[in-house]
C-alpha cells in the first residue's frame, strides 16, 4: 500500500478512536476487549502488527530461517561429487575461470579440491547427504533439497544482504520485514519478526534484520537465549508498575498528540514499540523459561550439550552448542506464540582452510537441534504451517583455497562460490522427499533447474499466501518489492 494512503486511514481510525474518550481509555478498552470483559462492539486502537488477509489462501503461517553465515560447502554436505574426486589436484580449463572473480583464490595455481565426507541415502526417497548430517538425513522424507541455488554476489555482506533482501544494497526492507509488513503477526505480546544468534557474529550484522525504508514496526528484534532476553527490557529498580504504566500513558499521548500533527508513520510504529515492550516484560522471561519442558524434549534438542572436545576458530567456542539448541528450542516455542518469522543465525561456515574439522564442529552443533525441531514441529502438528529453511548466502567453490605462499597448508578449504549451492526446505506447503536442480560433474555450473535468490522469495512469499508481484511499498517515487524486478514461483518446491 502507498504510505500516504495508509497514513490517511490510519490518522482517519486516529481521529474517531480519540474523539470518544482518549487514547488511554480506548487501550484500557482494547486490553478488556481481548480479555472478554468488554462487548466487542468497542473501538479499539490500530495495531500496525494486526494481522492482515493474504491474497489467497496460505499454506504457512510462520517461517523460521536457519542462516548459516559465511556459506557451508555444498560439495561436502549436500551435492556429491565423484568426479571432482577424481580430479583432484587437476587444474580447470582457462575458459572456466577467466572471468570469474573471486574473492580469495589466485587463478594461476588454483587446482580442484575433491571432497573427504561419506554420502549416504537418507529416507524412502533415497536423497543423498553427507553422514556429517544424520540426524537431519532421518528428516529426508519432509526436505525438499535445491542444489541450483544461484546469486549474484560473490563476497559475504552483498550475499547476505541479497539473501535476506532481494538486492545487494543498504536500506532495504529484509524477507521478515516485508512478510510482517504484509500479513502482520498473529502474536500480541512478542514482535512478528525474531532473531536469535549464535557463533561469533554475522558480518553484516543488524542490516541482515532491518525493516529498511518500511517503518520501523516491523525491523527484526534481537533475542537473547539467556538472562534478560532483550538488553533493557526489565524496569530498573526502584521503577514499579504504576509508575512505568503513568509515564508511558504520559509518552503516549505526547506522541500521539505529534502524529497528529506531523503524520508520520515511525511515531506510530515509536507508539506500538513503546507498548509491545511493556507486555514482552511478562512474556519474554516465560518464553525463554524452559521448565516445562519435559525432559526427553531437552534431550532430544540437545540444550545442555557441550562441545565434546571439538574446537574450531570461525564457528564459535565453548557454549555455542547449547546455545544454538536453545536457539532452535525457543524458535519453536516463538511460532507456537505466533511469532511471524524467526531468523536464527550462526557463524561462521566460512571456511577458506582447515575445512574438515572446521566443518565437524559446525554440523556437530546444528545437525541434532534443527531436526529436533523439525520432528516437534510434527507431531505437534505445527510443521504443515511452519516453514523452515537451511541456507546461506552462497557456496564454496570446486576449487581449494590456495592463498598463501604454503599452497600445501592453505589448499584445505573453499573460497566463495555463488553460481551454484544448496539449501533445503520443510513444511510450510512444501512437497519433501525430494531434490530440486542439479549441478555439473564438479559442482561449477548449474546444469538443470536453475533456481535465482529472488525465485525462492517469490515462492516463499506464495507458500504465506502473497503474490510477490502485489506485496509493494512506495518509497522514492518506486514501488519496491522483495523480488525487485525479477523472481518467479518455483512450483517443484510446492505440495
Not at 550475499?159 to 502474536?187: A, K, V
Not at 517503518?215 to 537473547?224: A, C, D, E, K, N
Amino acid at each position: 500500500m502507498d504510505p500516504v494512503q495508509e497514513q490517511i486511514l490510519r490518522a482517519r481510525r486516529s481521529f474517531l478512536a480519540t474523539s470518544a474518550s482518549g487514547l488511554g481509555g480506548l487501550a484500557l478498552a482494547s486490553l478488556l476487549n481481548q480479555d472478554g470483559l468488554l462487548s466487542a462492539a468497542e473501538p479499539s486502537i490500530v495495531n500496525p502488527l494486526a494481522p492482515k488477509p493474504p491474497h489467497f489462501a496460505p499454506k504457512a503461517k510462520n517461517c523460521i530461517f536457519f542462516f548459516m553465515e559465511g556459506a557451508p560447502s555444498q560439495l561436502d554436505l549436500f551435492d556429491p561429487k565423484p568426479k571432482l574426486n577424481e580430479l583432484n589436484g587437476q587444474k580447470l580449463p582457462e575458459s572456466l575461470t577467466k572471468e570469474v572473480r573471486f574473492a580469495f583464490i589466485q587463478k594461476e595455481s588454483a587446482v580442484l579440491l575433491g571432497s573427504n565426507q561419506k554420502f549416504q541415502k537418507y529416507g524412502q526417497c533415497g536423497t543423498e547427504m553427507a553422514d556429517l548430517l544424520p540426524h537431519i538425513g532421518s528428516c529426508a522424507d519432509d526436505i525438499a533439497l535445491v542444489r541450483s541455488m544461484h546469486t549474484d554476489a560473490f563476497n559475504h555482506h552483498p550475499g547476505q544482504l541479497q539473501m535476506l533482501c532481494g538486492r545487494s544494497t543498504f536500506g532495504l526492507p529484509t524477507m521478515g520485514s516485508w512478510l510482517n509488513y504484509g500479513l502482520g503477526s498473529e502474536s500480541s505480546d512478542l514482535p512478528g519478526y525474531v532473531v536469535l544468534t549464535a557463533g561469533r557474529g554475522t558480518s553484516g550484522g543488524a542490516s541482515l534484520w532491518s525493516s529498511g525504508f518500511l517503518p520501523s514496526t516491523y525491523q527484526g528484534v534481537l533475542f537473547r537465549n539467556k538472562g534478560e532476553p532483550v538488553l533493557n527490557l526489565n524496569n530498573p529498580a526502584g521503577l514499579t508498575t504504576e509508575m512505568q504504566r503513568t509515564g508511558l500513558n504520559a509518552l503516549r499521548d505526547l506522541n500521539q498528540a505529534r502524529l497528529d500533527s506531523v503524520g508520520d508513520p515511525e511515531i506510530a510504529s515509536r507508539i506500538a514499540a513503546y507498548e509491545l515492550a511493556y507486555r514482552m516484560q511478562s512474556a519474554a522471561p516465560e518464553l525463554i523459561d524452559f521448565a516445562g519442558e519435559t525432559k526427553e524434549t531437552l534431550e532430544a534438542y540437545g540444550v545442555n550439550r557441550d562441545e565434546q572436545g571439538l574446537k574450531a576458530s570461525r564457528g564459535g567456542g565453548a557454549g555455542t552448542f547449547s546455545s544454538f539448541a536453545r536457539n532452535c528450542l525457543l524458535a519453536r516455542r516463538m511460532v507456537e506464540r505466533g511469532v511471524r518469522f524467526v531468523n536464527v543465525f550462526h557463524a561462521s561456515w566460512d571456511h577458506h582452510s582447515d575445512l574438515d574439522s572446521e566443518m565437524k564442529f559446525t554440523t556437530r552443533m546444528c545437525d541434532q537441534p534443527i531436526a529436533a525441531l523439525i520432528k516437534d514441529l510434527k507431531q505437534r502438528g505445527l510443521l504443515d504451517e511452519t516453514l523452515v529453511i537451511f541456507g546461506a548466502e552462497f557456496g564454496r567453490t570446486p576449487l581449494g583455497e590456495n592463498r598463501g605462499d604454503n599452497v600445501a597448508k592453505y589448499n584445505t578449504g573453499r573460497d566463495h562460490h555463488p553460481f551454484a549451492f544448496s539449501m533445503f526446505l520443510a513444511g510450510g506447503g512444501i512437497k519433501g522427499g525430494q531434490v530440486i536442480g542439479e549441478t555439473d560433474e564438479i559442482g561449477w555450473n548449474i546444469i538443470k533447474d536453475a533456481v535465482h535468490v529472488n525465485d525462492l522469495h517469490a515462492t516463499i512469499l506464495k507458500l504465506f499466501g502473497l503474490d510477490h508481484l502485489k506485496l509493494t511499498y512506495r518509497f522514492k517515487g518506486r514501488d519496491f518489492r522483495l523480488t525487485d524486478v525479477g523472481g518467479k514461483v518455483v512450483d517443484k518446491l510446492l505440495a
